[in-house]
């Protein structure tokens, strides 16, 4: 009987949210994966590391610092909407070393204020008032879809994340303005060797499923799922989503 040693899988949060996101995926995948996540450069505990927006160049270099310090040489990655910005620039920069990767709730476009509509506005509302109830109901309407937001099964996700979001200091601006900001990684897609699982939802509003199927065009070895889900597929489905994303981590 040999043993086995669980597989590392780099997993990164979505802004608002933080790692904890990923404690379904961990538990499920004890094991059989080792969830390494981070918290990403203006955010969490290191919301007030930066005093100007983050790019998500800045994150993805602070993120491969890490992993150096670490010293993984061949990991998987998961990233939810910001964190897929970073994977994706991850996976590009080292295609050798990426198993696969997952990228939920994400898309590889520059964000345009026409695309914000509504939401262009919010950075300058949190640097200016705080996560008040108005902006936090705002943020979870982005976060979450439709559905989530009014089904009963899910009302212990929603507190418990509405009670997080509340608790966000105005200082996570930064990090926003840099999402909010964001340039395009179109062209980087191709460069992406690992096989990639694309989650996206019809109810995703932040990343809407026709930038989901540019990341499935993009990526040669790329497969898609869709469902009736908002932005955070994992959280939102995470009976049907966190066994697949396992195994499509760990086919054992």
Do not use: Y
């Amino acid at each position: 009987m040999t043993n086995h040693t669980p597989a590392p899988v780099v997993c990164l949060h979505s802004l608002f949210l933080d790692p904890r996101m990923f404690d379904g995926l961990a538990s499920a995948g004890d094991g059989r994966i080792e969830v390494i996540a981070p918290e990403l450069l203006g955010q969490v505990s290191r919301v007030h590391d930066v005093r100007q927006t983050v790019t998500m160049d800045q994150v993805t270099d602070d993120v491969l610092r890490t992993i150096d310090e670490l010293g993984l040489e061949r990991f998987s990655l998961v990233g939810q909407s910001m964190g897929g910005d970073v994977a994706i620039r991850i996976a590009a920069r080292r295609p050798a070393a990426i198993e696969k990767i997952v990228l939920l709730g994400s898309s590889a476009r520059a964000q345009s204020q026409e695309d914000l509509g509504e939401f262009a506005t919010l950075p300058d509302r949190i640097q200016r008032e705080g996560f008040t109830p108005e902006i936090v109901d705002i943020v979870m309407t982005i976060m979450f879809g439709a559905s989530t937001l009014v089904d009963s099964d899910r009302l212990d996700i929603r507190e418990t994340w509405r009670s997080r979001i509340a608790e966000l200091s105005p200082d996570l601006v930064h990090a926003v303005r840099g999402v909010f900001e964001r340039e395009g990684c179109v062209d980087l897609l191709p460069s992406i060797k690992a096989p990639a699982l694309i989650v996206s939802g019809t109810e995703d509003l932040g990343r809407p499923p026709a930038w989901s199927d540019e990341l499935f065009d993009g990526i040669p070895d790329a497969r898609l799922l869709r469902h009736k889900h908002g932005h955070s597929p994992i959280l939102e489905l995470p009976e049907l989503v966190v066994p697949l994303v396992l195994q499509f981590l760990d086919p054992r």
